[in-house]
Structures are given as C-alpha cells and as structure tokens.
C-alpha cells in the first residue's frame, strides 16, 4: 500500500543551526523533502531561486495568499513568508516526509489546523550568551541586527513549550542525532521501516 509522508514543523531563532542540523539529517535519511517556501524577501548573495525559496514580488505574494495557495504565510522582519499547499500535498502524497522551515506563528497555524497532523520540532541555542557569540562569530550582521535577532530569539523561544520536542543545539553532532531519532521513531509509530517504506507484516501462517 503506498504510504502518505509525515509533516514536520521546523523552527528556531536564527542563528541556531537549524539549516545545518536538517542538511546533514537529509543526506543521512532517505525519503525526506524541503518545503521551498516563498517570499517576498531579496535573495541574499548566494541563493538560487526554487532552491532556498522562490523569491516572488509582493503582488505575486498577494495573489497567491488570496487565491488560497497558502496553507499558512506570515509577515517576518518586514518580508512576508508563504508555504504553498500544493507543493506540499504533492511531496505528502509522494510518501515523503516534508521539513516546514517556518517561524513560530506559521506553526501555530499548521498546529491547529484539523487537515494536518504535523510533529513539531524546535531548535534553541544552549544558552543566549552563545548565540550571541555564534552570531558575532558569522561577522555578517551589525551590532544593531545582532541586538534585534537576540531580542527576536528570546521571544521565539517563549513559544518553545508549544512544539512536541525540543532540540538544544549545542554539539552539532549530537543535534543531527536527536533529530533522525524522532523521525525513525515516527516512521515506527505509523507502520514504517527507518528508511520511510510501508511495513506489511506477514499474519498468514
Ligand atoms: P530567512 O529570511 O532568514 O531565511 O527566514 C526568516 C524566518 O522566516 C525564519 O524564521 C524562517 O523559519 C521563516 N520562514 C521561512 N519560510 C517561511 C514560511 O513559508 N512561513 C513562515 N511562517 N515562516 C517562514
């Protein structure tokens, strides 16, 4: 029987390794999908468009937010964020699990939506005193973007207890780790191998 994939909410304040831990758990599980969201954001220096996002103007944005396209979009740092409900139905139904990388409102809005059964994960830094060393060590934002992304953090994290597990990303290692743990575990509880493929006991004898 072809199974329907998992969605997974993903977030964390920024600066916490969030697209690192993800990268290395999708080159080590198989059956694992990114949900390419779109915004209204300029690319930074680097991004591809429909790799990272599909960077769209706003009227674009606009359109698709009133023509139901979202299942959930928020406004972020002045830029807005859409997840499209199409491309995610696709990927489920492919049977691959989906990574949402969203803030803390669009999974309060995915959470409590009765078309989805998302498994909510969060990401938080050991402490703020080292995420403000691991954002001064990029040496790519200001004092002032440091100081807003910590206040920003600090209030992201107020949101933690509303997701189902919380990764501390302190070693790297052992983050990927906690992470392929909850999705082999998850794959168990819904009748599948680690690798995402059905299990179909044998109960003829
Ligand atoms: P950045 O612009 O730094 O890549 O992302 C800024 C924030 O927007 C991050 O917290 C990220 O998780 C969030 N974000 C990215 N895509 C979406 C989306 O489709 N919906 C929502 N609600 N947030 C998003």
């Known amino acids: 029987m072809p199974v329907t994939g998992q969605l997974y909410i993903l977030s964390a304040p920024s600066g916490c390794g969030k697209t690192t831990i993800l990268r290395q758990v999708m080159n080590n599980i198989p059956g694992l999908a990114f949900s390419v969201s779109h915004t209204t954001r300029q690319p930074r220096s680097g991004e591809k468009n429909g ?32 997840t499209s409900r199409q491309a995610v139905a696709d990927q489920l139904q492919n049977g691959q699990d989906v ?14 939506d009765p078309d989805f059964d998302p498994v909510s994960i969060f990401v938080a830094p050991p402490s703020l005193t080292e995420l403000e060393r691991r954002l001064r060590g990029r040496g790519t934002d200001s004092d002032e973007t440091i100081a807003l992304r910590l206040q920003n953090a600090a209030k992201e ?21 906690v992470m392929q743990s909850i999705i082999i575990a998850q794959r168990s509880h819904s009748s599948r191998l680690p690798d995402g493929t059905a299990i ?6």
């Open 200 to 205: 179909s006991l044998e109960t003829d004898t």
């Open 157 to 177: 994290m107020d949101a933690a207890s509303q997701y189902q597990y919380l990764i501390i990303n302190d070693k790297l290692a052992d983050a990927v780790l």
């Open 99 to 112: 990574f949402l990388d969203i803030d803390v409102q669009g999974a309060a809005i995915i959470s409590n």
């Open 51 to 82: 790799v990272a996002y599909h960077f769209v103007t706003k009227e674009a944005f606009t359109e698709m937010r009133d023509t139901n396209s979202f299942i959930e979009w928020a406004e972020v740092h002045g830029n807005y964020y859409g």
